[in-house]
T-cell receptor
């Protein structure tokens, strides 16, 4: 089945560590996104990528990094510079297209907790 | 800056009731508005997408309307069921250039509980 796969589902990070969240899609979508969701908050955009080998900062990119070496993959690294990384992280993708009217699809999310 | 507000933040209804969830946005320059469902600890599932030129979309017991000029959208759920219990979020995709139209703005959601 086509979809977006995020792994791991649960991840614990020690202070000072970098961790990487995986996101893989087999929808053949050009655009991919990383969002962060905190309790009682809406989703906030971390990074997005319109096409392979290109990505742009979202609203809260500080302390995060990404790469887009393959169309189907968009990993997110949470670095030690991110002071409050405990959150639910969601990966998403859309088709490119006129008017950008296409539905956005989400993965099942990854929970990151700092211990 | 676009702001999206969802009222109420939480809603509890008895099974079988028809209900309306509200979403308002401050900037009418949008490509589309999308409604999602999120179950606890899960990702978002798209329910309905309304293009800026459309007034409404329907899928089964769900009907979403869009009034772009007033910055409002509603999600109508008919004959609610306990399985409809979830958080419902709306998001708008802005018109713009330079990649800004990739930046969806989400509301904080309405937590719906349908009691048997």
């Amino acid at each position: 089945d086509g979809g977006i796969t995020q792994s791991p589902k649960y991840l614990f990070r020690k202070e000072g560590q970098n961790v990487t969240l995986s996101c893989e899609q087999n929808l053949n979508h050009d655009a991919m996104y990383w969002y962060r969701q905190d309790p009682g908050q809406g989703l906030r955009l971390i990074y997005y990528s319109q096409i392979v080998n290109d990505f742009q900062k979202g609203d809260i990119a500080e302390g995060y990094s990404v790469s887009r070496e393959k169309k189907e993959s968009f990993p997110l690294t949470v670095t030690s510079a991110q002071k409050n990384p405990t959150a639910f992280y969601l990966c998403a993708s859309t088709e490119q297209g006129p008017g950008l009217g296409n539905t956005i699809y989400f993965g099942e999310g990854s929970w990151l907790t700092v211990v | 800056k676009q702001e999206v507000t969802q009222i109420p933040a939480a809603l509890s209804v008895p099974e079988g009731e028809n209900l309306v969830l509200n979403c308002s946005f401050t900037d009418s320059a949008i490509y589309n508005l999308q409604w999602f469902r999120q179950d606890p600890g899960k990702g978002l599932t798209s329910l309905l997408l309304i293009q800026s030129s459309q007034r409404e979309q329907t899928s089964g017991r769900l009907n979403a309307s869009l009034d772009k000029s007033s910055g409002r959208s509603t999600l109508y759920i008919a004959a609610s069921q306990p399985g409809d219990s979830a958080t419902y979020l709306c998001a708008v995709r802005p018109r713009g250039s330079g990649g800004s139209n990739y930046k969806l703005t989400f509301g904080k959601g309405t937590l719906l509980t349908v009691n048997p």
